[in-house]
Nanobody
């Protein structure tokens, strides 16, 4: 059974940094794209970033470009989201997602984690 587990969320002051981790299990995901989404209170879930299966291609939402970096360690089946210069608007539950067949940043994703809370506040 496939499971996706996120970690690394927490409370941080504006301008601070956090690194989220995502570890899927139950399958070999080295050939799959992996993505991060987020959902703020009262808002719809939105795409944040995606990294290709080989780790050499990535896409970002305009709101996080130049501040967030997505990366992966295929040997450890892990994807990271390094978040720098955090803003209160980044407060949300962050979800890791994996598509069986990648069809674009906002395409279908088949496996989701339970999410990790990120709160940016002074």
């Amino acid at each position: 059974q496939v499971q996706v587990v996120e970690s690394g969320g927490g409370l941080v002051q504006p301008g601070g940094s956090l690194r989220l981790s995502c570890i899927p299990s139950g399958h070999t995901f080295s050939n799959y794209a992996m993505a991060w989404f987020r959902q703020a209170p009262g808002k719809e879930r939105e795409f944040v970033a995606v990294v290709m299966f080989n780790g050499f291609g990535a896409e970002y939402a305009d709101s996080v470009k130049a501040r967030f970096t997505i990366s992966r360690e295929s040997a450890q089946n892990t994807v990271y989201l390094q978040m720098n210069n955090l803003e209160p608007g980044d407060t949300a539950v962050y979800y890791c997602a994996v598509p069986i067949t990648y069809s674009g940043p906002t395409g279908r994703y088949d496996y989701w984690g339970q999410g990790t809370q990120v709160t940016v506040s002074s």
